[in-house]
Structures are given as structure tokens and as C-alpha cells.
């Protein structure tokens, strides 16, 4: 499937959207979208979770249903050129490749 391109700030709210309807994952924090060069899947962003409030032993529990959750998005989103975020090299990088991928398609 190729993925559609979305600025950061969509990507973030679909991301927490979709956290937040994953059964156990109802208080799961988003805490960083780090937007970088393609990996070997071909997406240009990860993310980081949290369960704040929780026992180490119920966000263990329920983090594979998060990382589950980052997966899919992962699979279909990528961050748009441009609006990948300011002041960062990771972020131009990421921006001028998308922007290729985007003219080459």
C-alpha cells in the first residue's frame, strides 16, 4: 500500500485518535513524532508513548497494543514535504525526500 502524505500536525491528532479508540490504550500519552529519513519500511516518522499514571505492570501490559496501533498508521501515513517541522536536518531530509517521491510518482 502507498502511503498518503499528511503534515505533522494531522498525523499527530490521527495518531492520538487512533490510540485513544485501541482497547487499553484508552490513557495512552503520545509523547514525540520524531520525523526522519525513510527507514527500511519506507516511513520517514516513528513515535514515542507513555501510560502516565500507570504501574509498570499494566503499561507493559497494554504498550504491544499501542506499538500495534503505531504500526498501522506507520504503514500508511507518511509526514508531508515541508511540514515536517522546522530547524531540524532530520526533518529537511525527510522533507526533500518526500518531496522527490511526491514528483516521481
Not at 485513544?20 to 520524531?34: I, M, N, S, T
Not at 505492570?57 to 504503514?75: K, S
Not at 536536518?89 to 514528483?103: I, P
Request: with cysteine; hydrophobic share 40%; glycine share 8%.
Amino acid at each position: 500500500m502507498e502511503r498518503l502524505f499528511k503534515p505533522l500536525t494531522e498525523l499527530k491528532r490521527i495518531l492520538a485518535r487512533q490510540l485513544r479508540e485501541q482497547p487499553g490504550c484508552h490513557d495512552c500519552q503520545l509523547r514525540a513524532v520524531c520525523v526522519h529519513r525513510p527507514d527500511h519500511t519506507g516511513c520517514n516518522w516513528s513515535a514515542e508513548v507513555d501510560f502516565p499514571g500507570r504501574c509498570d505492570d499494566d503499561a507493559v501490559r497494554d504498550l504491544p497494543h499501542a506499538r500495534q496501533v503505531i504500526l498501522l498508521v506507520r504503514e500508511r501515513y507518511n509526514v508531508a514535504a515541508g511540514l515536517a517541522g522546522h530547524g531540524s536536518r532530520e526533518a529537511g531530509a525527510a522533507a526533500a525526500w518526500a518531496a522527490g517521491r511526491q514528483l516521481t510518482r
